[in-house]
């Protein structure tokens, strides 16, 4: 089984940057969708953004695109999660997660369908 952990989260100013990262270990299959989602406190949990392993072609939810890009490092079984120009509203605990590789070409958005994920890692945004 594999395993995820985010790093990266804190505390910055709206307007500011920050950059999360996602380290995959464990029993690695070839192909995955990999994807970030938040959630902030009273919220559902929303999909951010989602890449295929091993593809470049990326989705985000409307909310965050422009400003957020989702990359990756198959090599170093790493995934990024480019946050720019940051809001309020994308204070949240943001999970990385994996789920069969089809979910990026379907349901893209449904977190139930994302069989793993890491512990979180906060973002605070002060306006």
């Known amino acids: 089984q594999v395993q995820l952990a985010e790093s990266g989260g804190g505390s910055v100013q709206a307007g500011g940057s920050l950059r999360l990262s996602c380290a995959a270990s464990?029993?690695?299959?070839?192909?995955?969708?990999m994807a970030w989602f938040r959630q902030a406190p009273g919220k559902k949990r929303e999909g951010v953004a989602a890449?295929?392993?091993?593809?470049?072609?990326?989705y985000y939810n409307d909310t965050v695109k422009v400003r957020f890009t989702i990359s990756q490092d198959n090599a170093k079984n790493t995934l990024w999660l480019q946050m720019d120009n940051l809001k309020a509203e994308d204070a949240a605990m943001y999970y990385c997660?994996?789920?069969?590789?089809?979910?990026?070409?379907?349901?893209?958005?449904?977190?139930?369908?994302?069989?793993?994920w890491g512990q979180g890692t906060q973002v605070t945004v002060s306006s």
């Open positions: 997660a994996a789920g069969g590789p089809f979910l990026c070409y379907g349901n893209i958005w449904r977190a139930h369908d994302y069989s793993i």
């Open positions: 464990g029993y690695i299959r070839s192909s995955y969708c």
């Open positions: 890449i295929p392993t091993g593809y470049v072609n990326t």
